[in-house]
């Protein structure tokens, strides 16, 4: 299995970016998917995460501005950011979770910069 992040770029404050993390493999029996990221000098941080039932959870810095959503038809979870900050400037992960396996995708850089 293997996961495709996608979307990162540039994006001005107060804009939108959507990411992006196409899996090679059918969602719908992983318990967890979600989304990490990691700036220079820092630890690789939760941004969110969608379990399979649907429930979400966002870290604090980004909640109501950022918003998970899991597509199992399309075996991709996306990350639709709202109004971001110089401050989420990182490299976004994505991440699968279920039973003893965690799998990583490659990251996708996000600059927020005007």
């Known amino acids: 299995v293997q996961l495709q992040a996608s979307g990162g770029g540039l994006v001005q404050p107060g804009g939108s970016l959507r990411l992006s993390c196409a899996v090679s493999?059918?969602?719908?029996?992983?318990?967890?998917m979600g989304w990490y990221r990691q700036s220079p000098g820092k630890q690789r941080e939760l941004v969110a995460t969608?379990?399979?039932?649907?429930?979400?959870m966002y870290a604090d810095s980004v909640k109501g501005r950022f918003t998970i959503s899991r597509d199992n038809a399309k075996n991709t979870v996306y990350l639709q950011m709202s109004s971001p900050k110089p401050e989420d400037t990182a490299v976004y992960y994505c991440?699968?979770?279920?039973?003893?396996?965690?799998?990583w995708g490659q990251g996708t850089q996000v600059t927020v910069s005007s």
């Open positions: 969608v379990a399979r039932g649907g429930r979400t």
């Open positions: 991440n699968a979770r279920w039973g003893s396996v965690e799998l």
């Open positions: 493999a059918s969602i719908r029996s992983i318990n967890d």
